[in-house]
């Protein structure tokens, strides 16, 4: 039976690294809608913005998009995301969600792709992404999450077995960076955000870790590059550089 996606990209204007940064002008335009076109690119369907402040409702109406008002209070961006599912599809049409983060404004449209792939593919109950490590100081680097998959040699995809802060797995081999881009069965994100945190989500700090200690599957694509995440003035100013060409 067909699917029917839905892009949501939650986005809160409370950052202690960098305030604002949903607004922040990256070529001519917000960063939000930047992110926004982005999803919008990759041609999967509905994007939703789902934001904490009706500022960010008003700068994404305001370039043609749709956005839907969240509980500034709720604790994470996957809880934003399931209220504004709920608020913007109540009765279920959309039954795969692709939780994009809202920070990703060169985000290459084509990995977005990949995550709703691997859930039209396979059995797993959440999709995710990686890319394979390959500055050697990243793999002891614990700002980089470590997926430890199961994938055969030559594969595009595997099961996730664990996440870790730590450089894993041990020996010879490739060490996958995680990328915090997840699609979810509609019934899985709901079993997910209805769970309280879990031993080893709270102990690495790892929100994902939650659905693997629940026993739910996860299942992640291989991509080329990680994307850039914008949390610091530095990052801002990368991100403007590389979408300067693209001023709308």
Do not use: W
């Amino acid at each position: 039976m067909a699917i029917s996606p839905i892009i949501l990209i939650p986005a809160r204007l409370a950052s202690t690294r960098l305030p604002n940064k949903p607004l922040a002008d990256i070529a001519g335009a917000p960063m939000i809608v930047q992110v926004m076109r982005r999803s919008e690119e990759a041609g999967i369907g509905r994007v939703v913005i789902a934001a904490a402040e009706q500022e960010i409702v008003d700068a994404v109406e305001g370039a043609g998009g749709e956005a839907v008002l969240t509980d500034p209070d709720l604790p994470s961006g996957s809880d934003r995301v399931f209220e504004a599912l709920n608020a913007v599809d109540p009765d279920g049409k959309h039954d795969v969600i692709l939780n994009v983060q809202g920070d990703l404004p060169t985000l290459d449209p084509t990995i977005i792709k990949a995550a709703l792939t691997v859930l039209e593919t396979t059995p797993a109950d959440i999709s995710t992404l990686v890319a394979e490590i390959t500055n050697p100081e990243e793999k002891t680097n614990p700002n980089v999450v470590k997926a430890v998959l199961s994938m055969a040699d030559g594969a595009r995809a595997g099961r996730a077995l664990y996440f870790t802060r730590a450089t894993a797995p041990a020996n010879d081999g490739p060490l996958y960076h995680h990328i915090g881009l997840y699609g979810y069965r509609r019934a899985a994100l709901a079993r997910f955000v209805a769970l309280p945190p879990s031993p080893l989500e709270v102990r690495e700090k790892l929100e994902q870790l939650r659905a693997l200690e629940a026993g739910m599957r996860i299942d992640a694509a291989l991509v080329d590059t990680v994307p850039l995440g914008v949390d610091t003035p530095a990052d801002l100013e990368k991100a403007r550089a590389e979408l300067s060409a693209y001023r709308y």
